[in-house]
């Protein structure tokens, strides 16, 4: 994400992010099991002003049956749920096309994807897998993997 240095506070400079953090169905399953590392992100993240995100595919994705669902509910209640809209799925569409991926295999990354090239840049991505994600969404954003 990018940082821009701002005021003083504590005799340390006080960190400013902005853009877009995105989870795919890993990062919000390391939210849901109060994952320390992935929770100081999204911390990061909201005291920097930066919006947290998963697409509405996430959720499905993400669903464990064997998770209470006050836990999950909590979990995302700490995003923001955007829509796939026709918009996003012909863009994930292009994604995989460009990337010469099929969607019978990459689709929910693909709409991971473009759910995070349509937010503000810069974008992170939060993801178990990096390669796939990479290779769809190129140097438009950073995947970091969690």
Do not use: Y
Request: with cysteine.
């Amino acid at each position: 994400m990018g940082v821009a240095l701002r005021g003083r506070r504590s005799g340390c400079r006080e960190r400013r992010v902005t853009g877009t953090l995105i989870l795919d169905s890993e990062g919000l399953t390391k939210v849901v099991g109060k994952d320390r590392d992935v929770l100081a992100q999204i911390d990061a993240a909201r005291r920097g002003g930066a919006n947290t995100v998963v697409s509405a595919m996430t959720l499905v994705e993400a669903r464990d049956p064997k998770v209470n669902q006050a836990r999950f509910d909590w979990a995302a209640s700490l995003v923001t749920v955007l829509p796939v809209t026709e918009e996003v799925a012909r863009a994930a569409s292009r994604l995989l096309f460009s990337a010469r991926l099929h969607g019978h295999r990459h689709a929910i990354d693909a709409v991971v994807a473009a759910t995070a090239l349509a937010s503000s840049a810069p974008r992170v991505i939060l993801t178990s897998d990096p390669d796939d994600l990479g290779r769809l969404c190129g140097p438009q954003a950073r995947v970091v993997q969690v």
